[in-house]
């Protein structure tokens, strides 16, 4: 029997410990209340980490976007919207809206989450009740194919980072939004004090654990008022590539 779901729809007030120097949350902290409101609108739906824990699975996050425009200070309550949008192949789409305290949008964003074995560690499909779990006939608030990434060419910026124990989830790998911190951290102190990030676009591709150290780079793609970067964040035992992102900035 299809199941119909409905839009999640949840509040946060902005705490002191979610907010930059300027009194603003950050993009970390709207990523984290995005990843939470979906966690809590799966439960709701019988798919959450913990529900499907028992069938040997988890969800992953395998791309983001979010456009930002304009962030909430502290001790406003904003409300996070959220909705799945539909199964394309092994990747499930969710959408997100963001409601100021005025009630109107200040940042949405789309997301592709793919169903993870635990046991052999790589993706399947969906199960049939997550497949019979039927969305809201709404449109994508982001219309995004999720293409390739263009990677650095050249490093314009570099930083080095060593996992924490803090940094991990609750499948024992690093938060994904620590690779957005990452990412973000590794430009110029300058650049972040003086302009506010608009859009951020990720893949995330490999996990990292504890005890690993991982590299930030990132390129200059445009200069003027408006900054755009592309990031890749790499193991660095391997070398490998875990997250690559897309970021642009308008100034403050």
Same mark, same amino acid.
């Given at each position: ?143 995004? !194919?999720?293409?390739?990434? *263009? %990677?650095?060419? /050249?490093?314009?910026? #570099?930083?080095?980072? &060593? @996992? ?31 302009? !506010?990030?608009?859009?951020? *676009? %990720?893949?995330? /591709?490999?996990?990292? #654990?504890?005890?690993? &150290? @991982? ?38």
């Amino acid at each position: 029997m299809l199941a119909a779901a409905d839009a999640w729809i949840e509040a946060f007030r902005i705490r002191a410990y979610e907010v930059d120097p300027t009194g603003v949350a950050s993009i970390q902290t709207l990523c984290n209340f995005l990843q939470e409101a979906a966690g809590n609108h799966a439960r709701s739906l019988g798919v959450s980490v913990d529900q499907l824990a028992g069938d040997n699975l988890t969800w992953v996050l395998s791309r983001l976007h979010v456009q930002v425009s304009s962030y909430p200070r502290w001790r406003e309550t904003i409300q996070v919207e959220t909705w799945p949008s539909g199964i394309e192949g092994l990747y499930g789409t969710r959408e997100f809206r963001v409601l100021g305290a005025d009630d109107q949008p200040i940042a949405l964003g789309t997301s592709a989450w793919l169903m993870f074995d635990l046991t052999r560690r790589r993706p399947v499909r969906m199960p049939d009740y997550v497949n019979e779990i039927i969305g809201p006939d709404r449109p994508r608030t982001i219309q995004d !194919s999720f293409p390739k990434l *263009e %990677v650095p060419g /050249r490093v314009d910026h #570099s930083r080095r980072f &060593s @996992v924490r124990y803090s940094d991990l989830d609750v499948n024992q790998h690093v938060n994904n939004v620590r690779y957005i911190e990452w990412a973000v951290e590794t430009l110029p102190l300058d650049i972040i004090e003086s302009h !506010s990030l608009s859009s951020i *676009e %990720v893949i995330f /591709r490999a996990e990292t #654990s504890y005890g690993d &150290s @991982v590299v930030g780079e990132a390129e200059k793609a445009s200069s003027g008022d408006d900054l755009a970067f592309f990031h890749r964040v790499l193991r660095e035992g391997d070398n490998r590539e875990v997250a690559i992102v897309h970021t642009r900035w308008r100034p403050a």
